[in-house]
């Protein structure tokens, strides 16, 4: 008895001893867990005081359009009646051509032809000036060169395009496509937005600078192509290749591009200017399936239609990787920050923290899933023969447009992964890399002379960098200039951007004289030697 008393408390001791060393443990992780807890509400807080810090002091609107510049400005950006009356009979005149492409093989000459007698008409002392030299390019395009007072200067480019894309007044235009006619201040018409209100904008700027004894001290050339709706194969790349001939170097390009959005993205206090830095880059992949042919009574499995219908719907249902805040677009959101209200404001202040929220919103919509991924359309499928033939061939053609942190390469690749089947042959048609980013700093000559003449012209605007999803011309010049913009004082308001190569494309009378003055104001801006001393380092305010 004494021995099993013994044991008993023995045990006791030892339950006693696990119940204090296990309490004591418990005990331990309890403050673990308290301290980890702690110290991760203290990070959050610290992160949230960061974000918030940033929100209150982020404004990179501020800058040059504040400094000293240079004088240039001699000749007024002002029209008389009389000129306004004209420059609109020019522009509507340009509209009635009906310059249309419809493949690198195929456009209306006749129209381009008509095209090349009007502009002389419309812009006499443009090619009768001594300053001025004009020359046609493969057939259709224009070159025009105007050297500045100072060959010290490095010359720049400015770029548009004459052709257009098709449009059919039966497609449900409110008035002729073609026929320029005005409805509550509005001129309708193919290639009012795209892109002839740049053409004729460029070019009437100069004709009355010419007129009023205007000699540049920058050189400049303006290069307009006749093909650019089909990748300026003919037009931009033999300028290009004249130019190179040349042994030209351009300070910078401006083209066509990204316009004025007023009330277009949701949540932004006024109108903002954005003025793209670089292009998404471009893929057209062919996918097909061949297989047995037979007879629809007798069918042998799946046929080549029903493959190639599942890869593409693979395609469609799979997404490319989500890469917003990985290009451009997060230099935009930065610019426009304090322009948006609260709780945006917050968000689009701390892309480093919000950027995955802000994608899964942005991609609910087409217009914003464009600058969160690369892009994949499917735009043509084609098989089958006759009503009764199990087709031996199916094709389908896929276009997407590369954001500007993937690669040819790695969109080929994840076609291929999410395809994921061997019967299915894929070949690259036509592609390329997304274009270079062009500094958009304050010591960007190009950005910030055409940044200025956009707040000389729209003082209430916000201006911030952007991408552009299409693609111009301006692609062609990377070997003449690594400072390429994109940007024309076209101004949209929601429900315009549908109007681009869709029904209805119409600018304002009032918006169009505003292309001629911008223009007016952007060559006087260009003569200046150097930019103002960055803000911040000196200059006064």
């Not at 010419?210 to 709706?229: A, N």
């Not at 952007?466 to 004082?489: A, E, K, M, W």
Request: proline fraction near 6%.
């Amino acid at each position: 008895p004494c021995c099993a008393g013994a044991g008993a408390c023995a045990q006791s001791s030892r339950v006693d001893t696990d119940s204090m060393a296990g309490h004591r443990v418990r005990s331990a992780l309890c403050k673990l867990l308290k301290a980890a807890g702690l110290g991760a509400a203290l990070l959050l807080l610290a992160l949230l005081a960061v974000a918030l810090l940033r929100t209150l002091t982020l404004d990179v609107h501020a800058g040059l359009q504040l400094a000293r510049w240079e004088k240039t400005d001699s000749i007024p950006a002002q029209v008389s009646a009389e000129e306004r009356a004209q420059l609109l009979h020019n522009f509507r005149e340009a509209i009635r051509i009906p310059t249309v492409s419809f493949s690198p093989t195929e456009c209306n000459t006749t129209a381009l032809q008509q095209f090349t007698h009007f502009l002389p008409r419309a812009f006499p002392t443009v090619f009768s000036s001594p300053l001025v030299k004009h020359e046609v390019v493969a057939n259709y395009s224009h070159l025009f060169t105007v050297p500045g007072s100072d060959p010290e200067l490095q010359p720049y480019m400015l770029l548009s395009h004459i052709d257009v894309v098709p449009a059919a007044e039966g497609d449900g235009w409110d008035a002729p496509p073609f026929s320029a006619d005005e409805i509550d201040g509005f001129i309708y018409g193919r290639g009012t937005i795209d892109n002839k209100q740049g053409v004729m904008g460029i070019l009437q700027a100069l004709e009355y600078l010419l007129q009023r004894g205007y000699r540049p001290r920058r050189g400049f050339y303006i290069g307009l192509g006749h093909d650019e709706e089909v990748h300026g194969l003919q037009g931009a790349q033999n300028i290009v290749a004249l130019l190179q001939s040349r042994g030209a170097r351009l300070a910078f390009v401006l083209d066509e591009g990204m316009a004025v959005l007023d009330g277009v993205i949701g949540g932004l206090q006024g109108p903002a200017a954005i003025i793209a830095i670089s292009e998404k880059g471009h893929a057209s992949v062919k996918l097909s399936v061949t297989t047995a042919p037979g007879h629809s009574s007798m069918p042998l499995g799946q046929s080549s239609i029903g493959i190639l219908s599942a890869a593409v719907t693979r395609l469609e249902q799979n997404l490319m990787p989500r890469m917003l805040g990985l290009g451009p677009e997060r230099g935009t959101f930065e610019h426009l920050a304090h322009k948006f209200v609260f709780p945006l404001k917050f968000i689009m202040s701390n892309l480093w923290l919000f950027s995955p929220l802000l994608a899964r919103v942005m991609e609910l919509k087409p217009d914003g899933n464009a600058f969160v991924r690369t892009t994949t359309a499917v735009t043509m499928f084609h098989s089958g023969v006759k009503l009764n033939i199990i087709p031996p061939y199916a094709e389908a053609f896929v276009n997407l447009r590369i954001h500007s942190a993937h690669s040819l390469q790695g969109v080929l690749e994840d076609i291929h992964s999410t395809v994921g089947d061997e019967r299915v042959k894929m070949e690259l048609v036509h592609g390329f890399d997304p274009l270079p980013i062009s500094s958009y700093s304050e010591t960007a000559f190009g950005y910030q002379v055409i940044k200025k003449t956009i707040l000389d012209t729209f003082p209430q605007v916000t201006v911030a960098p952007g991408v552009c999803v299409g693609n111009t011309d301006s692609r062609h010049y990377v070997s003449l200039t690594d400072q390429i913009y994109r940007f024309l004082p076209t101004w949209f308001r929601p429900g315009d951007p549908r109007r681009f190569h869709g029904v209805n494309e119409r600018i304002s009378v009032k918006n169009f004289e505003e292309h001629v003055l911008f223009f007016l104001r952007f060559i006087q801006n260009c003569d200046v030697r150097k930019l103002p001393e960055p803000h911040g380092t000196g200059h006064e305010l």
